[in-house]
Nanobody, 112 residues
Framework: QVQLVESGGGLVQAGGSLRLSCAASGSIFRYDTMGWYRQAPGKQRELVAGITSGGITNYADSVKGRFTISTDNAKNTVYLQMNSLKPEDTAVYYC??????WGQGTQVTVSS
């Protein structure tokens, strides 16, 4: 089971940008899907973005056109570029690989 470590969260004003990184301890080639979930206080965890080993991406409707997921296989890292951030994007963001590997989460706070 790979270890995942997220970074890049923080506090940003509405309209700003952040890039989250998820570094895996091993090769990410073996995972069919990797991506990001988020969970806001009092809300259920929701899928934000996913990417398959073949490079197919999918996004939550709420982030389409603003967020971009990508991978760097040489660095075993998955990224989430978040632009035009809104206060409703405030949440803890979790990276996942496959069905059993999760990161510890990174806080994203967007102020209005």
């Amino acid at each position: 089971q790979v270890q995942l470590v997220e970074s890049g969260g923080g506090l940003v004003q509405a309209g700003g940008s952040l890039r989250l990184s998820c570094a895996a301890s091993g090769s990410i080639f073996r995972y069919d899907t990797m991506g990001w979930y988020r969970q806001a206080p009092g809300k259920q965890r929701e899928l934000v973005a996913g990417i398959t080993s073949g490079g197919i991406t999918n996004y939550a409707d709420s982030v389409k056109g603003r967020f971009t997921i990508s991978t760097d296989n040489a660095k075993n890292t998955v990224y989430l570029q978040m632009n035009s951030l809104k206060p409703e994007d405030t949440a803890v963001y979790y990276c996942f690989a496959g069905t059993q590997s999760w990161g510890q989460g990174t806080q994203v706070t967007v102020s209005s």
